[in-house]
């Protein structure tokens, strides 16, 4: 059995930067694709960013694509989710979540993290 947990979420200005980590437990975290998906009031849960085992490839939804950083180091069983930029927009809870196969769609995700709160004030 795998776990998640996600960590590093919290209140900052629009403008600022955040960094969520997600720390995984149980079986080899260096053997599984790795997301970052978000789920704010009303709305539908979102694709952020996706990427890799080895790190290699990363995916990120196109709104996002230059502000977001996706990465992991899977010495530390830990994936990482730079956020820059940051909009009022991008308030949601944020949750990491990791697979055996390649995909960017959250539904096709096994293991979830309990979410993190991220808050952007304008």
């Known amino acids: 059995q795998v776990q998640v947990v996600e960590s590093g979420g919290g209140l900052v200005q629009a403008g600022g930067s955040l960094r969520l980590s997600c720390a995984a437990s149980g079986r080899a975290f260096s053997s599984y694709v790795m997301g970052w998906f978000r789920q704010a009031p009303g709305k539908e849960r979102e694709s952020v960013a996706v990427?890799?085992?080895?790190?290699?490839?990363?995916y990120y939804a196109d709104s996002l694509k230059g502000r977001f950083t996706i990465s992991r180091n899977n010495a530390k069983n830990t994936g990482y989710l730079q956020m820059n930029s940051l909009r009022a927009e991008d308030t949601a809870v944020y949750y990491c979540?990791?697979?055996?196969?390649?995909?960017?769609?959250?539904?096709?995700?096994?293991?979830w993290g309990q979410g993190t709160q991220v808050t952007v004030s304008s």
């Open positions: 979540a990791i697979t055996q196969r390649w995909t960017y769609k959250w539904d096709d995700y096994n293991y």
């Open positions: 990427i890799s085992p080895s790190g290699a490839t990363t």
